[in-house]
Structure formats: C-alpha cells, structure tokens
C-alpha cells in the first residue's frame, strides 16, 4: 500500500491518501466525458440553470396574519376547519422545466397540498459542498407550489426511504472512519446532521405557513418507530429543528402502519411498541404522528396520528375508526386529526418482477372511505417520476444477500404517470372522489404532453472499456492487499474494476466472493496470448445468488490476468439491513485461497445534477484518448458486435424545428444492460434482460433542436444491428415474467 505525503483534514481524505498511488494526471470519468466529444465535436454542456424565485420574502416572522393549527381533533386554516387532500411530487425526480406541469395536474387531480422529501446525498454529494441549484433547487420548488396555491408538507429527513439511494444518506459516510452510526444520538453522525440541517434548514423559514408561504408542517425523521428506539436523537432533532424554525411549527414523526383488512385488534402491543419507539415525549399537544405524529414537545404539545396505508385489500369504515380510537390513545384530547400521510396509490416494481399495478376503482374507493369520515389524506404517490442517474434505492427480503434494486422508472402506477400523463382510469377515479370532498371546485385538467418517436438511433462502438485503462503505468489507481469498498476508493456511485493476477493451473480454478455488493462481471486474460491480452468473460456473480465461478483452463507461459468490474446498483434503503456499502466487501478466494495484491480502477461516470469539475476538453487530451485507442483500434473493429466485453457506443438523431422537440422514449429491448447519456445527462440504467422496464424516459427538456447526442455504456451484450428506437409510449413488457411482486 502506497502513503502520499500530503496531509488532509478529513478521515475520507486520509483513507484515499494511504491508498492511492501517483498523481492523477486524468481521471477514468474524464476520459469518458471525451468520447462523448469524440461522437459530437461538440463542448460538454453546462450544468442545469438555477430556477431562482421571484416571490416576496418574509424577512420577519408571523408577519402576516395565518395560522395553520390543530384542535378539536382537526386542522385548522385560518380559522377555518381544513382537510388535507395531499400528494407526493417529488422535485428531485422531475426535469425542473417540469415541475409546473406536475404540479398543475395534480391541482387538477384535486390536491390542495404536495409533500416532498429532501434528499441528502442529492444535496450534499461531497463533505461539505452544497448544492441548490437545478434539480436540487428546493426554494424554487417550493415557491413555485406557493405560486400555485399549493400547501406543503416537507419532509426533510435526514432519514426519507422513499426507494431513493441509502434512504437520502450520502455514500461518503462510508468513507469515514469509524462510519457514523446512522439515526442515533452518536456525536459524529449528529454533527453531520447539524451541519446538514443547518444548511437547509433556514430556507424553510420564510416559506413557513405563519410567515406568508407554503409550508404547513415539517417532518422529522421517517418511520423511525420501526427500525429505532433512540427517543433522544428525536428529542435532539426536535430540538435542532424548533431552534431554525421556531415553535410554532407543526411537525411529524412518521411511522409505518399498514391496514391489509386485518382485525384491528389483532398485534396490538406491536402496534403500541412501534408508536412507543419512535414518539417524542408523552401525550402532548402539536407533533402529528401520521402513521406518525405532529407535535411540539418544548412547549408540552404532542399529537399522535397514525399514518393509514390502504393496500391490498379494502379499507373498512371501521377500521379507520378503530385506528382512530388507537390513535388517541397516545395524544392529548383534542390532538388527533385523522392523517394518512402515505395513502399508496399503486406500488414500487423491482427488477425482474412484474410491473405494480393497482385497481383504479379500488384505490379510489379507499379514498373515500378515509374523506367522508373528514380524514385527511396524502396520496404516495400523485407523481412518481424517474429515479434518473444512479440514485434508485433498493430493498432486501428475508436476509442481505436478498437484494432487489428498483427500476430506474418511478411510476409507481400513480394518477399522474412517469411522463406526466393524466389520460388514465386512475386519475379520472380518483379525481371523481376528491371532487366530492373538496371545498372549491376542481380547475380543468390539463391535456397530455406530446410525446414523438425520432426513428432508429444507429450507433458505433468507440472504445472498448478496458481499454481506457492503461494496466502498466495507471495514475489514477488504489492499490491495498485486500480488496477495498467503492466508497473507500472515493466515489459514491458507479462502478469499481478490481485488478490481479494469478498463476494458471491445469483444470482451471474456482472463484468466489463471500460478500459482494452488487453484481461483478469477471474476465480474465493471457498477456502472452494470441488476442494481444484481450480479455474474455468468463461470467457474472450477483449478490443475491452468492454464486460462485469455474475460470478455465488457459495455457499461459506468465500469470493470468483478473478482472472483476463490480457495479453499485444502487443502497438499500429500508429495512434492518439498510447498512449497504458497496464494491468487494471480503477476500476474494480462488480455490478456497485467498489472492492478495489488488488494484482498484474507479469509474464513477456522473450523476444527477453533477457535471464534470475539470476543466473543458483540449487538443492535448483529445490527443491523449485518441492513443489509448488507436493501439487497439484493429482489435476493437475487429471484435464482433455480439462481444460482452464492455464498451462504449455513441450515435447521433436530429431534430428539425424546435416545435417538434418533444418527450420520447429509448427502447433497448435488444440490449442487455448499462448506463445511457443523452445530451451528457444520465437518464438512468436499462436492464430488459432483467426486466419488465424495456424503454427509459427521456423529458423533452433534455433535447434541442438539432442534432441530439447518445452515449451508451453496454456492459454485456449490445443489440447486433447496434441500433436503438425511440418510442412514444412506455414499455414494461420485458424480461421474465414468472417473478411475483415484492412486498415491503
């Protein structure tokens, strides 16, 4: 293991210099920005424009006369009994040139409030850089509901789930030594917390509801009683927050509770340790628990409500008054405005099962069941969106190793489709109902956004993966005798390739990996061989198999060369085994030996609302990638199109006039798996080998007239023809079939 000299104040920074060897005159993302060029002669684009707001803001609190309150076991709006007719739209998966067409739809859905999320990692994706602009613009967000007329309820976190990467925690927590301990009073973890809320927090104020804007309650933690019992980290959160946001505030603590038609009765004390866990003091009067809780422990207020999820089967009338009757149990007479603050709408679809789908009537109908008795209900979700660049969380079954990954689609079967269409039973079913509950009347309902198909995109390969690397004198590579985490190298997301050696021997030999997060391809190579050191696949091990490798038996007069591009598909981000680094997390063995003397290669591509830091693309680089691959050039065209070494594709499609620049689709459902750029924008992963999501969205916003670029990065086997469609409506008919639905 190489040390650099130079000091560094972080633990993160100490990790990597005691692993880093040689300066980094490039990097492997900086390389593969320029084949994005190589394909287009055209500058990287700039980053996403901040949407800075025009609204007034209130430099002084409770300067306008509004309040938002709770008493007689209701909320109150100015006086005036309310009902919370809510909706989840989350800003961070929707193109910002979008947020309004979102936002009208849902107002015309019937919504009288939208509740988002706020994603951490989004805004914080390294140790104290922030980010607020483009996607991560939350102040616009939220102004931009206010200009609609539009409530909110904010949900801050740290910890949202929300099938979002890690739960919203930063990936860089891993490289940190020790690793805080998450959703505790921990002193480490609370000062990233401070640090963070500290950032975020004062945003808020003026978009407060008492002080002119938009925010009626806020959050704190999410479905903490579940997973938790540390009542003083609640405690400290409270605290945090009361003293950015003053005490006036309603907030809730938010804990899951599922009704599935069962009798009420049944589990209660389960039901009672769940609410115990996760509430903030006893009986007091203004923190709701919705499935949870808004309250105000400082000024002796607390409010228990329960959150009341509807799925599966029909919601009861007496159930909901039995959860009612639960609810009250923990509050202070008068506290108890019934809230389901996560009334699912459909569901979330991993890889390889079948897409989620829920009866429009039947949701609808349950609705109904929770507005004609005055509750209150926020539907999750109004407007899935897109899990767009690496940030798609995942979830476990019965142990780790059982690891499922969401789509990059965030559908989610909700009223207001991924594209933003309204066109569907569902949202006519659920639109009908609200319209019978809801003070004022509904506004029209906006048409769907045109979509178009721009033909067949055909592509070229430009450079095989490998072959970006430079094996013998690499300036960009960590070198440890064990094998080291995605996360200690110094990146968050993407990919990690592991480099060895290891003497033949007659029969071939045997690979495993105990612990791997998530999915590694091995290859293997002879450098005295005929093919000039190609490397062949040899297979994939994937996490939830934990399967092992037979490496043939290959004639080699020096040592075989060992491959094993690892891919981070994404952190679990609910449930006990939340804890989710990524890479090789053990030894790696061959034939039950275990191999030292490895070499790690980051590749961490860019994601969401990140662009490269480097500076723009000269001659002398472009002449630098035009000789990593020209010493390849006659292998690369002389490899078969059918090859599963990974590579990296690029082509071109043109748009005639501005006015035809409108949402597509990109189907891929004779590729097999990888990352795709449009116009340098991470859309997200395509797996149809996998399925059922056979096509990625592509919003409007993302292309221009003109000629519109591709960049694909194939990991296993492109189409033959190397062709891609575009398309004008969804796809999730791919892959296998035979998978049942993941049920959390």
């Known amino acids: 293991m190489r040390i650099q000299s130079k000091k560094s104040s972080s633990a993160a920074s100490k990790l990597l210099a005691m692993a880093k060897k040689g300066s980094s005159k490039t990097t492997i ?41 709770i008493e007689s076991d209701r909320f109150w709006r100015d006086g005036e009994p309310f009902q919370i007719i809510g909706g989840d739209v989350h800003y961070f998966r929707v193109h910002p040139e979008y947020w309004e067409d979102r936002l009208l739809k849902a107002k015309a859905l019937g919504l009288n409030t939208i509740q988002t999320y706020v994603p951490w990692n989004l805004h914080e994706p390294a140790p104290g850089k ?242 004609q008795k005055n509750g209150s209900a926020v539907l999750y979700m109004a407007h899935g969106g897109t899990n767009f660049g690496f940030y798609s969380g995942a979830n476990t079954g019965v142990d780790e190793a059982d690891y499922k990954p969401d789509l990059t689609s965030y559908d989610y079967d909700a009223p207001i489709r991924e594209s933003g269409d309204v066109d569907n039973s569902k949202f006519n079913a659920i639109r009908r109902v609200i319209a019978r509950y809801s003070s004022v009347p509904l506004p029209p309902v906006p048409s769907n956004n045109e979509k178009a198909r721009y033909g067949a995109i055909h592509m070229q390969r430009k450079a095989f993966l490998f072959d970006m690397f430079d094996f013998t004198n690499a300036t960009n590579v960590f070198e440890s005798e064990t094998p080291m985490s995605m996360e200690y190298v110094g990146q968050s997301f993407g990919f990690v390739l592991y480099f060895t050696e290891y003497k033949a021997k007659r029969g071939g030999r045997i690979l495993s990996i105990p612990k791997l997060h998530d999915r590694a391809q091995v290859f293997i190579s002879c450098p005295a061989g005929k093919n000039g050191a190609r490397p062949t696949y040899v297979g994939t091990i994937e996490r939830w198999f934990n399967n092992k490798l037979s490496l043939p038996d290959v004639k080699c007069h020096s040592n075989i060369t060992l491959f094993i591009l690892v891919e981070n598909m994404g952190r679990i981000n609910y449930g006990a085994f939340i804890f989710d680094r990524k890479g090789i997390l053990s030894s790696v063995y061959l034939d039950g030996e275990n191999v030292k003397g490895w070499k790690m290669f980051p590749v961490p591509l860019h994601n969401l609302n990140e662009m490269s830091t480097y500076n723009p693309i000269t001659q002398t680089s472009y002449s630098a990638l035009s000789e990593i691959t020209s010493s390849r050039k006659k292998l690369i065209y002389e490899h078969e199109n059918t090859s599963e070494e990974p590579a990296i594709y690029c082509g071109h499609f043109s748009i005639d006039k501005s006015s035809q620049v409108m949402d597509t689709f990109i189907s891929f459902s004779n590729w097999g798996k990888g990352i795709v750029f449009v116009n340098d924008f991470n859309i997200g992963r395509y797996w149809p080998l996998r399925g059922p999501q056979c096509n990625l969205y592509v919003p409007a916003p993302l292309l221009k007239e003109g000629d519109n670029i591709l960049v694909i990065l194939e990991l296993e086997s492109p189409d033959p023809d190397l062709v891609v469609h575009t398309m004008d409506e969804p796809d999730f008919t791919c892959g296998s079939t035979g998978m049942s639905l993941h049920q959390l």
């Not at 609190?61 to 309150?69: I, M, Y």
């Not at 999820?309 to 919601?315: D, F, I, P, T, W």
Request: glycine letters at 8%; charged letters at 20%.
């Open 29 to 69: 993302f900086f390389i593969f920005v320029s084949f994005i060029l190589f394909c287009a002669f055209l500058p990287v684009f700039a980053p996403l424009p901040s949407l800075h707001s025009h609204s007034t803001r209130h430099s002084h609190r409770n300067s306008v006369n509004r309040k938002f309150e």
């Open 130 to 371: 922030f980010v607020f602009e483009g996607f991560a613009n939350i102040e616009a967000f939220l102004n931009l509901c206010h200009k609609l007329g539009l409530l909110v309820m904010i949900r801050p976190g740290p910890y949202i789930c929300g099938e979002w990467d890690w739960g919203g925690f930063p990936g860089w927590f891993y490289s940190m030594n020790p690793t805080p301990k998450l959703r505790s009073s921990d002193p480490t973890y609370l000062q990233l917390v401070e640090r963070w809320w500290g950032n975020l927090l004062p945003k808020f104020v003026p978009l407060l509801y008492d002080n002119g804007g938009p925010i009626i309650m806020v959050q704190i933690e999410n479905e903490f009683g579940s997973y938790g019992d540390d009542q003083a980290y609640l405690h400290h959160l409270v605290t945090l927050a009361r003293g950015h946001l003053g005490h006036d505030v309603i907030f809730m603590i938010s804990r899951r509770y599922i009704i599935n038609n069962l009798n009420f009765n049944a589990n209660k004390d389960a039901k009672k340790m769940v609410i115990r866990n996760g509430q903030i003091g006893q009986r007091r009067e203004n923190i709701v628990k919705e499935e949870d809780v808004v309250g105000e422990p400082k000024s002796g207020k607390e409010v228990n409500t329960l959150q009341m999820e509807a799925r599966g089967k029909a919601l009861r009338k007496d159930l909901f008054v039995g959860m009612l009757s639960f609810q009250k149990e923990f509050n202070a007479p008068g506290k108890s405005p019934p809230l389901s603050a996560e009334f699912y709408t459909g569901w979330l679809t991993h890889w390889g099962e079948k897409i989620a789908m829920t009866d429009a009537d039947f949701t609808a109908a349950a609705l109904e069941k929770i507005l």
